[in-house]
């Protein structure tokens, strides 16, 4: 008799890392509002709230250092994406009266580095 056995859902290094990063700032007291938010744009990893600040959070993992942290891999192009797609989602929830932050969470090992306001979006080329 041969039995069907249900695999167990695989999750990717890409989520996993997220939910890594969305644990580490919650424990940090940072509210989660939103995750994965796409665009046609781009993509924004963790919406978080710290306060009264809306902080769009971009997550990047490695397995190791040897070619560089891995927040060093947020790059012009990247933030740019991520500005984009955090625009739109500040249009759709009405939080244009809002602060606004832009962290980068690093994952290597067992390592979490976590730099708030990793950047500031270029401010001409995003109007509300």
Same mark, same amino acid.
């Given at each position: @008799?041969t ?12 989520? !996993? ?9 919650? %424990? ?9 938010? !796409? ?8 919406? @978080? ?5 809306v ?22 192009? %990247?933030?740019? !994406? ?8 500040? %249009?759709v ?36």
């Amino acid at each position: @008799m041969t039995r069907w056995f249900r695999r167990a859902p695989t999750i990717s290094p890409g989520a !996993r890392a997220e939910q890594t990063a969305r644990r580490h700032l919650e %424990k940090k007291g940072f509210r989660f509002l939103a995750a994965n938010h !796409r665009t046609r744009f781009g993509e924004v990893d963790l919406v @978080m709230e710290e306060g009264a600040t809306v902080v769009f959070v971009e997550v990047k993992a490695r397995s190791g250092t040897d070619f560089g942290r891995p927040e060093e891999f947020v790059t012009r192009a %990247k933030q740019a !994406r991520v500005a984009k797609a955090a625009l739109d989602f500040v %249009k759709v929830r009405g939080l244009a009266d809002r602060p606004l932050r832009f962290d980068v969470v690093g994952l290597s090992g067992e390592e979490i580095a976590h730099l708030p306001n990793a950047f500031v979006p270029d401010a001409g080329r995003y109007l509300f």
